[in-house]
Protein backbone atom coordinates (compact mmCIF):
# COMPACT_ATOMS: atom_id res chain seq x y z
CA UNK A 1 0.00 0.00 0.00
CA UNK A 2 1.07 3.70 -0.56
CA UNK A 3 3.30 4.58 1.96
CA UNK A 4 1.38 7.68 3.87
CA UNK A 5 3.87 8.82 6.13
CA UNK A 6 4.25 8.33 10.43
CA UNK A 7 0.91 9.78 10.94
CA UNK A 8 -0.94 9.58 8.24
CA UNK A 9 -0.97 5.79 8.95
CA UNK A 10 -2.70 5.33 12.26
CA UNK A 11 -5.10 7.31 11.59
CA UNK A 12 -4.05 10.30 9.24
CA UNK A 13 -1.87 12.80 10.72
CA UNK A 14 -4.78 15.36 10.44
CA UNK A 15 -7.62 12.98 10.88
CA UNK A 16 -9.84 14.01 13.66
CA UNK A 17 -9.27 14.37 17.71
CA UNK A 18 -8.23 10.22 18.13
CA UNK A 19 -4.24 11.17 17.49
CA UNK A 20 -3.50 7.53 17.73
CA UNK A 21 -5.10 3.93 17.23
CA UNK A 22 -5.76 1.43 14.63
CA UNK A 23 -6.70 2.34 11.11
CA UNK A 24 -10.79 2.26 12.60
CA UNK A 25 -9.76 5.79 14.27
CA UNK A 26 -9.97 7.26 10.99
CA UNK A 27 -13.71 7.24 10.83
CA UNK A 28 -13.48 8.46 14.22
CA UNK A 29 -15.48 11.55 15.18
CA UNK A 30 -14.20 14.47 16.65
CA UNK A 31 -16.42 14.58 19.74
CA UNK A 32 -14.66 11.72 21.09
CA UNK A 33 -11.92 14.27 22.37
CA UNK A 34 -11.45 13.73 25.93
CA UNK A 35 -14.11 16.25 28.28
CA UNK A 36 -10.89 17.83 30.00
CA UNK A 37 -10.20 19.63 26.57
CA UNK A 38 -10.90 23.61 26.82
CA UNK A 39 -13.56 24.46 24.32
CA UNK A 40 -12.34 26.53 21.67
CA UNK A 41 -12.63 29.87 20.19
CA UNK A 42 -14.34 30.09 17.25
CA UNK A 43 -12.11 33.45 16.21
CA UNK A 44 -9.89 33.23 13.15
CA UNK A 45 -7.19 35.63 13.31
CA UNK A 46 -4.44 36.59 10.80
CA UNK A 47 -1.50 36.35 13.07
CA UNK A 48 1.44 35.51 14.53
CA UNK A 49 2.56 33.06 11.91
CA UNK A 50 6.38 32.22 11.48
CA UNK A 51 7.77 33.30 8.16
CA UNK A 52 7.86 30.53 5.12
CA UNK A 53 11.95 30.66 4.57
CA UNK A 54 12.02 28.60 1.64
CA UNK A 55 10.24 26.65 -0.75
CA UNK A 56 7.80 29.22 -1.01
CA UNK A 57 5.91 28.53 -4.38
CA UNK A 58 2.94 26.61 -5.03
CA UNK A 59 3.94 22.77 -5.00
CA UNK A 60 7.46 23.14 -3.60
CA UNK A 61 8.29 21.63 -0.35
CA UNK A 62 8.15 24.80 2.32
CA UNK A 63 10.31 25.45 5.05
CA UNK A 64 9.39 27.55 8.08
CA UNK A 65 10.88 29.27 10.69
CA UNK A 66 10.16 28.77 14.34
CA UNK A 67 6.76 30.46 15.61
CA UNK A 68 7.91 34.21 16.58
CA UNK A 69 7.30 34.56 20.29
CA UNK A 70 3.87 33.37 21.84
CA UNK A 71 1.64 31.75 19.25
CA UNK A 72 -2.56 33.11 19.51
CA UNK A 73 -4.97 31.18 21.46
CA UNK A 74 -7.07 31.59 18.56
CA UNK A 75 -6.85 30.35 14.77
CA UNK A 76 -4.51 32.03 13.15
CA UNK A 77 -5.43 31.74 8.99
CA UNK A 78 -3.24 33.38 6.07
CA UNK A 79 -3.55 33.09 2.44
CA UNK A 80 0.12 33.22 1.15
CA UNK A 81 -1.07 32.49 -2.29
CA UNK A 82 -4.41 32.93 -3.34
CA UNK A 83 -5.76 30.66 -6.39
CA UNK A 84 -7.40 31.08 -9.22
CA UNK A 85 -9.78 27.76 -8.99
CA UNK A 86 -12.36 26.00 -7.59
CA UNK A 87 -13.82 27.66 -4.05
CA UNK A 88 -13.41 25.22 -1.62
CA UNK A 89 -17.31 24.27 0.61
CA UNK A 90 -17.70 22.57 3.29
CA UNK A 91 -18.42 18.51 2.90
CA UNK A 92 -16.22 19.05 -0.36
CA UNK A 93 -12.97 16.18 -0.75
CA UNK A 94 -10.19 18.89 -0.71
CA UNK A 95 -6.95 17.11 -2.30
CA UNK A 96 -3.81 18.71 -0.82
CA UNK A 97 -0.18 18.57 -0.39
CA UNK A 98 1.11 19.91 3.67
CA UNK A 99 3.55 20.24 5.89
CA UNK A 100 3.29 20.08 9.55
CA UNK A 101 5.69 21.54 12.37
CA UNK A 102 5.50 22.21 15.86
CA UNK A 103 5.78 26.19 17.13
CA UNK A 104 7.91 26.00 19.52
CA UNK A 105 10.75 24.13 17.96
CA UNK A 106 9.94 23.83 14.42
CA UNK A 107 9.93 20.05 14.08
CA UNK A 108 8.81 19.12 11.18
CA UNK A 109 6.16 16.06 12.76
CA UNK A 110 4.52 15.06 8.80
CA UNK A 111 4.60 16.73 5.30
CA UNK A 112 3.64 15.01 1.84
CA UNK A 113 5.56 16.73 -0.45
CA UNK A 114 8.24 13.86 0.07
CA UNK A 115 5.85 11.40 -0.44
CA UNK A 116 4.85 13.21 -3.49
CA UNK A 117 1.39 11.92 -3.30
CA UNK A 118 -1.12 14.54 -2.13
CA UNK A 119 -3.94 13.32 0.37
CA UNK A 120 -7.79 13.75 -0.43
CA UNK A 121 -10.14 13.99 2.33
CA UNK A 122 -13.47 15.59 3.24
CA UNK A 123 -13.14 18.98 5.04
CA UNK A 124 -15.34 20.62 7.19
CA UNK A 125 -17.16 16.92 8.33
CA UNK A 126 -15.13 16.38 11.76
CA UNK A 127 -12.49 13.94 9.03
CA UNK A 128 -9.57 16.25 10.03
CA UNK A 129 -9.01 18.37 12.92
CA UNK A 130 -11.25 20.93 13.55
CA UNK A 131 -8.19 23.88 12.98
CA UNK A 132 -8.63 22.46 9.23
CA UNK A 133 -12.45 22.35 9.31
CA UNK A 134 -12.45 25.98 10.26
CA UNK A 135 -9.70 27.55 7.92
CA UNK A 136 -10.26 25.72 4.81
CA UNK A 137 -13.61 26.34 3.09
CA UNK A 138 -14.18 29.24 1.18
CA UNK A 139 -10.43 29.07 0.02
CA UNK A 140 -9.72 28.47 -3.97
CA UNK A 141 -7.95 26.01 -5.72
CA UNK A 142 -4.86 26.66 -6.32
CA UNK A 143 -4.13 28.50 -2.66
CA UNK A 144 -0.85 28.08 -0.38
CA UNK A 145 -2.48 28.72 3.26
CA UNK A 146 -0.52 28.98 6.50
CA UNK A 147 -2.42 27.94 9.90
CA UNK A 148 -1.69 27.99 13.90
CA UNK A 149 -3.48 25.97 15.29
CA UNK A 150 -3.82 25.98 19.14
CA UNK A 151 -3.88 22.81 21.09
CA UNK A 152 -8.08 23.03 21.24
CA UNK A 153 -8.35 22.93 17.54
CA UNK A 154 -5.69 19.93 17.18
CA UNK A 155 -5.30 17.53 18.75
CA UNK A 156 -6.71 18.35 22.04
CA UNK A 157 -5.18 18.12 25.84
CA UNK A 158 -3.89 14.44 24.75
CA UNK A 159 -1.82 15.79 22.08
CA UNK A 160 -0.48 13.18 19.65
CA UNK A 161 2.26 11.16 21.05
CA UNK A 162 2.57 8.97 18.43
CA UNK A 163 4.27 12.01 16.33
CA UNK A 164 5.77 13.85 19.32
CA UNK A 165 3.51 16.87 19.82
CA UNK A 166 2.48 17.12 22.65
CA UNK A 167 -1.11 18.20 24.48
CA UNK A 168 0.40 22.15 24.71
CA UNK A 169 1.64 22.59 21.47
CA UNK A 170 0.27 25.18 18.53
CA UNK A 171 0.76 23.57 15.00
CA UNK A 172 1.67 25.01 12.43
CA UNK A 173 0.57 23.99 9.01
CA UNK A 174 1.58 25.26 5.28
CA UNK A 175 -1.01 23.72 2.55
CA UNK A 176 -0.84 23.81 -0.88
CA UNK A 177 -4.67 23.65 -2.07
CA UNK A 178 -4.58 21.00 -5.24
CA UNK A 179 -8.41 20.17 -5.84
CA UNK A 180 -11.60 20.01 -4.48
CA UNK A 181 -14.17 17.52 -5.49
CA UNK A 182 -17.88 17.29 -4.97
CA UNK A 183 -21.28 15.31 -6.36
CA UNK A 184 -20.85 17.90 -9.40
CA UNK A 185 -17.42 17.09 -10.41
CA UNK A 186 -16.01 14.85 -13.21
CA UNK A 187 -13.05 13.96 -14.88
CA UNK A 188 -11.46 16.45 -17.44
CA UNK A 189 -9.21 14.00 -19.19
CA UNK A 190 -8.10 14.24 -22.69
CA UNK A 191 -10.53 12.89 -25.01
CA UNK A 192 -10.24 9.28 -26.49
CA UNK A 193 -11.72 8.16 -29.34
CA UNK A 194 -14.55 5.33 -29.18
CA UNK A 195 -14.51 4.22 -32.98
CA UNK A 196 -15.11 0.16 -31.54
CA UNK A 197 -18.73 -0.45 -32.82
CA UNK A 198 -19.17 -3.61 -31.30
CA UNK A 199 -18.64 -1.94 -27.58
CA UNK A 200 -20.67 0.54 -25.79
CA UNK A 201 -20.12 4.62 -26.17
CA UNK A 202 -19.86 6.70 -22.96
CA UNK A 203 -20.72 10.71 -23.27
CA UNK A 204 -17.93 12.99 -23.35
CA UNK A 205 -19.34 15.75 -21.12
CA UNK A 206 -17.90 17.50 -18.34
CA UNK A 207 -20.19 19.21 -16.44
CA UNK A 208 -20.57 16.95 -13.67
CA UNK A 209 -24.01 15.33 -15.10
CA UNK A 210 -24.19 12.06 -15.19
CA UNK A 211 -22.61 10.72 -19.53
CA UNK A 212 -24.94 8.84 -21.48
CA UNK A 213 -24.20 5.84 -22.27
CA UNK A 214 -25.18 3.62 -25.68
CA UNK A 215 -24.75 -0.03 -25.37
CA UNK A 216 -24.79 -1.55 -29.05
CA UNK A 217 -27.54 -4.40 -30.17
CA UNK A 218 -25.04 -6.94 -30.28
CA UNK A 219 -23.79 -9.72 -28.12
CA UNK A 220 -22.32 -8.95 -25.28
CA UNK A 221 -17.86 -9.59 -25.23
CA UNK A 222 -16.72 -12.35 -23.12
CA UNK A 223 -13.97 -10.70 -21.86
CA UNK A 224 -13.36 -8.12 -19.77
CA UNK A 225 -12.91 -4.68 -21.56
CA UNK A 226 -11.52 -1.58 -19.69
CA UNK A 227 -11.11 1.47 -22.11
CA UNK A 228 -10.62 5.16 -21.62
CA UNK A 229 -12.74 7.85 -22.41
CA UNK A 230 -10.80 10.65 -20.93
CA UNK A 231 -7.56 10.23 -20.27
CA UNK A 232 -6.12 11.81 -17.31
CA UNK A 233 -2.45 13.03 -16.17
CA UNK A 234 -2.86 11.31 -12.58
CA UNK A 235 -1.32 8.76 -10.69
CA UNK A 236 -1.22 5.43 -11.78
CA UNK A 237 -4.02 3.42 -9.94
CA UNK A 238 -2.59 0.60 -8.12
CA UNK A 239 -4.58 -2.65 -7.40
CA UNK A 240 -3.88 -1.25 -3.24
CA UNK A 241 -5.43 2.12 -3.74
CA UNK A 242 -8.35 4.01 -1.83
CA UNK A 243 -10.58 5.69 -4.87
CA UNK A 244 -12.88 9.15 -4.93
CA UNK A 245 -15.11 7.87 -8.36
CA UNK A 246 -17.99 9.12 -9.93
CA UNK A 247 -20.06 6.18 -11.73
CA UNK A 248 -22.88 4.92 -13.24
CA UNK A 249 -23.97 1.41 -14.11
CA UNK A 250 -25.88 -0.09 -17.04
CA UNK A 251 -26.94 -3.61 -17.41
CA UNK A 252 -25.53 -4.47 -21.46
CA UNK A 253 -29.21 -6.18 -22.06
CA UNK A 254 -31.69 -3.12 -22.71
CA UNK A 255 -29.33 -0.67 -21.53
CA UNK A 256 -31.27 -0.25 -18.55
CA UNK A 257 -29.34 1.68 -15.34
CA UNK A 258 -29.12 0.01 -11.74
CA UNK A 259 -26.82 2.05 -10.05
CA UNK A 260 -25.55 5.73 -10.07
CA UNK A 261 -23.62 7.92 -7.71
CA UNK A 262 -24.76 10.89 -9.84
CA UNK A 263 -28.25 9.77 -8.71
CA UNK A 264 -27.65 9.43 -4.73
CA UNK A 265 -25.41 12.87 -5.13
CA UNK A 266 -22.41 11.31 -3.14
CA UNK A 267 -19.33 10.59 -4.66
CA UNK A 268 -17.98 7.35 -4.36
CA UNK A 269 -15.28 6.31 -1.62
CA UNK A 270 -13.85 2.74 -1.79
CA UNK A 271 -10.80 0.37 -1.69
CA UNK A 272 -10.21 -0.70 -5.00
CA UNK A 273 -10.25 -4.40 -3.31
CA UNK A 274 -13.34 -3.85 -1.84
CA UNK A 275 -14.90 -3.83 -5.18
CA UNK A 276 -16.17 -6.10 -7.78
CA UNK A 277 -13.68 -8.43 -9.56
CA UNK A 278 -14.22 -6.29 -13.00
CA UNK A 279 -13.21 -2.97 -11.23
CA UNK A 280 -10.11 -4.09 -9.33
CA UNK A 281 -8.65 -5.50 -12.55
CA UNK A 282 -10.21 -3.16 -14.64
CA UNK A 283 -9.53 0.17 -12.98
CA UNK A 284 -5.74 -0.79 -11.75
CA UNK A 285 -3.35 0.59 -14.09
CA UNK A 286 -5.54 3.40 -15.18
CA UNK A 287 -4.90 7.23 -14.51
CA UNK A 288 -6.41 9.04 -11.76
CA UNK A 289 -8.29 12.25 -13.51
CA UNK A 290 -9.62 9.53 -16.61
CA UNK A 291 -12.89 8.52 -17.47
CA UNK A 292 -13.27 4.89 -18.31
CA UNK A 293 -15.75 2.41 -19.89
CA UNK A 294 -15.99 -1.05 -18.09
CA UNK A 295 -17.95 -4.10 -19.77
CA UNK A 296 -17.92 -6.67 -17.02
CA UNK A 297 -18.59 -10.48 -17.85
CA UNK A 298 -20.68 -11.99 -14.99
CA UNK A 299 -18.07 -13.94 -13.48
CA UNK A 300 -16.07 -10.57 -12.72
CA UNK A 301 -19.34 -9.05 -11.64
CA UNK A 302 -21.94 -11.27 -9.51
CA UNK A 303 -22.25 -14.00 -11.34
CA UNK A 304 -25.13 -16.66 -11.34
CA UNK A 305 -26.53 -14.67 -8.57
CA UNK A 306 -28.77 -11.48 -8.18
CA UNK A 307 -27.82 -8.13 -6.86
CA UNK A 308 -30.67 -5.31 -6.24
CA UNK A 309 -32.04 -4.51 -10.21
CA UNK A 310 -29.16 -6.97 -11.50
CA UNK A 311 -30.18 -10.16 -12.64
CA UNK A 312 -28.46 -13.07 -12.67
CA UNK A 313 -25.34 -13.81 -15.36
CA UNK A 314 -25.61 -10.15 -16.24
CA UNK A 315 -22.91 -8.20 -18.15
CA UNK A 316 -22.45 -5.14 -16.56
CA UNK A 317 -21.56 -1.67 -18.26
CA UNK A 318 -20.10 0.82 -16.27
CA UNK A 319 -18.80 4.82 -16.97
CA UNK A 320 -16.27 5.31 -14.21
CA UNK A 321 -14.81 8.59 -13.52
CA UNK A 322 -11.38 8.42 -11.30
CA UNK A 323 -11.34 11.90 -9.32
CA UNK A 324 -8.50 10.93 -6.78
CA UNK A 325 -6.39 8.51 -5.21
CA UNK A 326 -7.28 8.95 -1.85
Do not use: H
Not at 18 to 42: L, M, V
Not at 212 to 241: F, M, N, Q, R
Amino acid sequence: MRRRSLLLAVPAGLLTLAGCGDDKADKAKTDESPSTSPEPSAKIVDGPLPAVTAGTKFGQKPTVAKGPGEPSPDLAVKTLITGTGQKVAKGDYLQFDYLGQIWDTAKVFDNSYDRKAPLTSAIGVGQLIPGWDRALPGKTVGSRVELAIPPALGYGTQGNPQGGIKGTDTLVFVVDIRGTFNNKSSSKGREVAQDNIDLPKVGTNTDGAAPSIDVPKKPAPKELVAKYVLEGDGPVVKPTDKLLLQYKGVLWEGGKEFDSSYKSGQLAEFPLQSLIKGWQQGLAGKKAGSRVMLVVPPELGYGAQASGDIPANSTLVFSLDILAVM
